[in-house]
């Protein structure tokens, strides 16, 4: 049992005005939770897809099949660089995301609505990027990767786990932008 005196409620820190904002001066003590938490969670999914693409590339560059070795392969070729592409372009959506967000903490302490819809749009569609690109170099790893105990395996279902968190569906993420962005009210808190 937490005793009443030491809960606050969620809606404070979703609001970003708990009570750490008015002890500690720091611009991140101030920060909406729902606009700005899934940059925490979307992150680990960029550097787990890190380390997809290295581990793909290496295990790639000496594999063959009856003769073919799948480095030469324009097919796989293609699968790396889209993925290495998407994994770019999630790292220069979150590297902005997060700049403006602080920018704007602190400069005038708060962000728009618009401010914490696109936030959520980004998260999201960082979570849909990194999938689709686990799950691309995954399709070409061949049958091996099925077995227990294959990184790529793990590394895949960490992905699908950061992407399968509400706060990281397109599916909520994506209306909530256009509703604002057209002027509706929004169906999901951002608040």
């Known amino acids: 049992l937490v005793p009443e005196h030491r809960a606050q409620a969620l809606t404070l820190f979703n609001m ?28 680990p999914a960029i550097g787990i897809l890190d ?12 594999r063959a099949t009856r003769g073919f070795r799948h480095a030469e392969l324009t097919t796989i070729q293609l699968r790396l660089a889209e993925s290495s592409a ?17 920018a704007r903490m602190h400069a005038n302490g708060g962000l728009s609505l618009d401010q914490r819809a696109r936030n959520r749009r980004d998260m999201a569609y960082i979570a849909m990027l990194c999938v689709r690109a686990a799950d691309r170099l995954f399709q070409a790893i061949g049958a091996s990767g ?43 808190p951002l608040v």
Do not use: K
């Not at 380390?51 to 000496?62: K, L, N």
């Not at 998407?86 to 602080?102: F, G, S, V, W, Y």
């Open 16 to 43: 970003g005005t708990g009570p750490g904002g008015h002890i500690n001066p720091g611009a991140i003590y101030r920060l909406p939770r729902i606009a700005t938490v899934p940059f925490s969670l979307v992150a």
């Open 51 to 62: 380390s997809m693409i290295d581990g793909f590339t290496a295990r790639t560059r000496e």
């Open 86 to 102: 998407e994994r770019d372009c999630a790292r220069l959506l979150l590297r902005r995301a997060t700049q403006e967000t602080m």
């Open 146 to 188: 099925l077995f227990d105990g294959n990184d790529m395996r793990r590394m895949q279902a960490d992905i699908h786990a950061i992407g399968a968190h509400h706060i990281n569906s397109w599916d909520i993420s994506g209306p909530i932008y256009g509703q604002v962005a057209f002027g509706l009210e929004p169906t999901n």
